[in-house]
């Protein structure tokens, strides 16, 4: 299946400002992951948000799903420099085991 | 939540050689995938590996560029054979289900001459 996508690409924001981030995809979906992978390092599992769901908390981290837009949000609350990373969203289907991932958002935060 | 682990964490091949890269799970699990990740771009899935049969390959990539092995519950390895430059990628294994969180191991940055 084609790789669903993020917007934007790239984000530069100051510290202690939100951050949002979209995700977009084209099938049916069993729930929607959502990571953070710091400098080409490993990911970093965030929130997994599932289908019957429409949104999910976690600390700074608010996730939102519209399944009827096929589209998902990351917001990020009062940025921090340790923000500063990739994020990317992975659709997890209906009956596959796989993850199909987003292109991906890169963050900045200037201190 | 699994811990997943990658050896070796990097390296540097030369052109036409072959490089292992194994990954082990903190925890018996049923499905292990590898993904790559070229500079720059997202992830891409080359093929999960289920114990005791042979691994499911995605389109693109193939078993005698990518052998894998899967000799029980908790560890796999990934091949890159007759590595090209354009074989530098991060490699990266990650267990668990579609259905349920997939936790990803560190990575294996590899860079081919």
């Known amino acids: 299946s084609q790789q669903g996508e993020e917007d934007p690409q790239a984000l530069s924001i100051q510290e202690g400002e939100n951050a949002t981030m979209n995700c977009s995809y084209k099938t049916s979906i069993n729930n929607l992951q959502w990571y953070r992978q710091n400098s080409g390092r490993g990911l970093v599992h965030l929130i997994l948000i599932r289908s019957n769901e429409r949104e999910k908390h976690s600390g700074r981290l608010r996730v939102t799903l519209d399944t009827s837009k096929k589209s998902s949000s990351l917001l990020i609350t009062a940025s921090r420099a340790a923000d500063t990373a990739s994020y990317f969203c992975a659709e997890g289907g209906w009956g596959a085991q796989k993850l199909v991932f987003g292109q991906g958002t890169r963050l900045t935060i200037n201190p | ?113």
Do not use: H
Request: charged share 15%.
């Open chain 2, 1 to 113: 939540s699994a811990v997943i682990s990658q050896k070796p964490s990097r390296d540097i091949c030369q052109r036409g050689t072959s490089l292992t890269i194994q990954c082990q799970v903190d925890s018996q699990v049923t499905m292990m995938f590898w993904y790559r990740q070229q500079p720059g771009q997202s992830l891409t899935l080359i093929a999960t590996a289920n114990q005791g049969s042979e691994a499911t390959y995605e389109s693109g990539f193939v078993i005698d560029k990518f052998p894998i092995s899967r000799p029980n519950l908790t560890f796999s390895t990934l091949t890159v054979s007759n590595m090209s430059p354009e074989d530098s990628s991060i490699y990266l294994c990650s267990s668990g289900t579609g259905q349920d969180t997939q936790y990803f191991g560190p990575g294996t940055r590899l860079t081919v001459l």
